[in-house]
Nanobody, 125 residues
């Protein structure tokens, strides 16, 4: 079992920045592919970013590429999502997820095994 707890969400003006954190406990964190997803009201959950277990490889949704970065600190069992140049359309609940066996290239939420409770990000125009 893996427990994931997100933090760092909040209200920010367009053009601003936020950094989300996801602290993991339970299974060995360094063996997990980690991802971030988001879900806006009335929309399906969508992939945002993922990072390999080593931290050496990442992938991003086209909508956030160049604005968001994902990183991890295996010594702290934590994954981060740095969000810059935020837009109102980035408003959503952001979820951290862990995949025991998949690749960082995998963007299908159904293959992720563990999920956090989510943190709200609101970007005002």
């Amino acid at each position: 079992q893996v427990q994931l707890v997100e933090s760092g969400g909040g209200l920010v003006q367009a053009g601003g920045s936020l950094r989300l954190s996801c602290a993991a406990s339970g299974r060995t964190f360094s063996s997990l592919t980690m991802g971030w997803f988001r879900q806006a009201p009335g929309k399906e959950r969508e992939f945002v970013a993922a990072i390999s277990w080593t931290g050496g490889s990442t992938s991003f949704a086209d909508s956030v590429k160049g604005r968001f970065t994902i990183s991890r600190d295996n010594a702290k069992n934590t994954v981060y999502l740095q969000m810059n140049s935020l837009k109102p359309e980035d408003t959503a609940v952001y979820y951290c997820a862990a995949d025991q066996y998949g690749s960082f290239r995998n963007r299908n939420s159904g293959t992720y095994d563990y999920w956090g409770q989510g943190t709200q990000v609101t970007v005002s125009s």
